[in-house]
């Protein structure tokens, strides 16, 4: 073998091993945005950020009710078992239980946001009731100035009746508050978005849908709310337009629920594949630039989670006040 042969050989060696070590980075640097994606994720486990606190709950309806203080019971006991990307099965047969009602991350980022709406409106309604006719400063001052907005300014101009604006009005205020806390949670350092799962906002928006239709009936009567699916059309154009009104019934709360997901899912998107470019680059000099940028972003999802609180809440007024329509104006001016 000459000098040549030996020169050609070093060179593919030192080639492939290059290119082995270009495939690990590659991997490497795709890793660094799935870990970090996978953060807008549930989890099975209480997560402050990335770091488990502890774990939850498993709550399994199958042949019968099953509850577990945590996954790692569940695994000992040998009935259920672990797959994929945190998929529960059965050992025996590898299927699925008939109901996962397991508590996970999100839902106690819920309770975190009931817990603290229950606390700051048990103080403010104190207040209130301890000095009524004072003007309300500090946190009741806030609050209240929510609840005259929302009242006057979402609610009781679009339901046409103000009896039914008003006794809606609880639910409404829940609502709003319910997703800015939840919101606001999300852009707190550790905290997780539940806004940002297509369960919550898919409950949120089923709730929406019988406040709507309930309210509907109640208002205008059942045999007038079927009507209103012909669209007051002709009778000959009803096999047209009751499909098209009965699918528009369920059409208003999936618009609800996607809208609400992809806008708090897409900030918080853009700020995490922001971070992972200071990994993928390995460059310190990218750093201000992307912090920077981060920053921005930060402040502009702070101005999107009042919006879709308000956003979501005001469609869903207008909602009430369609399915209402005409017969809202007659119950308003028999009240008056």
């Known amino acids: 073998m000459n000098n040549s042969d030996i020169g050609a050989k070093d060179i593919l060696e030192n080639t492939g091993h290059n290119t082995e070590n270009h495939s690990d980075h590659n991997q490497e640097n795709q890793d660094v945005f799935t870990s970090l994606l996978n953060e807008l994720g549930d989890h099975a486990g209480f997560y402050i950020g990335p770091h488990k ?13 099953h509850i577990y203080a945590s996954p790692s019971s569940m695994l000992k006991e040998g009935v259920y078992t672990i797959k ?24 106690v980022f819920q309770w975190i946001a009931i817990i603290f709406l229950t606390f700051v409106f ?10 009524p006719t004072k003007a309300p400063k500090g946190l009741q001052n806030v609050v209240e100035t929510f609840v005259s907005y929302i009242r006057d300014e979402v609610v009781r101009p679009n339901i046409p009746s103000q009896k039914t604006a008003d006794t809606l009005l609880p639910y409404f205020l829940g609502l709003f508050f319910f997703i800015l806390v939840l919101n606001l949670i999300g852009l707190i350092p550790g905290g997780h978005t539940a ?21 509907a009936m109640r208002v205008s009567g059942v045999v007038n709310w079927f009507k209103h699916l012909t669209g007051g059309a002709p009778w000959y154009l009803w096999p047209i337009m009751i499909p098209i009104e009965f699918v528009g019934l369920f059409i208003k709360p999936f618009a ?14 853009v700020l995490f594949s922001l971070l992972g470019l200071l990994f993928f680059f390995g460059n310190i000099l990218l750093a201000p630039a992307i912090v920077g940028f981060s920053i921005f972003i930060y402040f502009l999802e ?5 919006l879709q609180a308000y956003i979501f809440t ?16 007659e119950e308003a001016h028999e009240t008056h």
Request: no cysteine; hydrophobic share 50%.
């Open 53 to 65: 606190i502890s774990e939850l709950p498993v709550i399994l309806i199958d042949d019968g009710l």
């Open 256 to 269: 609800l629920t996607i809208r609400l997901f992809a806008n708090m899912s897409a900030g918080h998107i």
């Open 314 to 329: 005001m469609l869903t007024a207008i909602f009430v006040g369609l399915a209402i329509g005409e017969h809202g104006h």
């Open 302 to 306: 702070l101005l999107v989670a009042f």
């Open 195 to 215: 806004t940002g799962a297509i369960p919550v906002t898919l409950a949120l928006a089923i709730t929406a849908f019988f406040v709507i239709n309930i309210t």
């Open 122 to 131: 048990t103080k403010v309604g104190k207040l209130f009731k301890k000095e």
């Open 84 to 107: 994929g990307h945190g998929e529960i099965v059965r050992t025996s047969d590898g299927g699925k239980p008939t109901l996962d009602l397991s508590i996970t991350n999100l839902v």
